[in-house]
């Protein structure tokens, strides 16, 4: 059963990035949104962690909230808007929030 990890708190508040990262599946997939995405800032150890994950996991951020914090996504984050995000949590088996 995939699913789909949704991650909106700022990596560097607390640990639930790196927790995330423990539990995905190999055909699971991570969506960064919110503050979240501050993850894919070069040169930090979360940017490192992501960058070190399987090419089977499918990973997300939610285009507004790159560009309304003015972080840019490396090549291997897919870029989704809204409706995609709609699209993805439809995908996967199911969706779990990491609130």
């Known amino acids: 059963m995939t ?15 790196s927790s995330c990262l423990r539990l995905l599946g190999p ?11 501050y993850a894919l800032q070069a040169g930090t150890a979360q940017r490192q962690a992501l960058d070190l994950m399987p090419a089977t996991i499918g990973l997300f951020a939610l285009q507004e909230d790159l560009i309304a914090r003015a972080v840019e996504a490396p090549e291997r ?3 989704v ?14 969706v779990n929030s990491w609130l």
């Open 77 to 79: 984050i897919s870029l």
């Open 3 to 17: 699913t789909l990890h949704v991650l909106s708190h700022s990596p560097f508040s607390d640990s639930r990035l």
């Open 81 to 94: 808007d809204y409706p995609g995000f709609v699209a993805l949590s439809c995908h996967f088996d199911k």
């Open 27 to 37: 055909d699971d997939g991570l969506l960064l949104c919110g503050d979240a995405v």
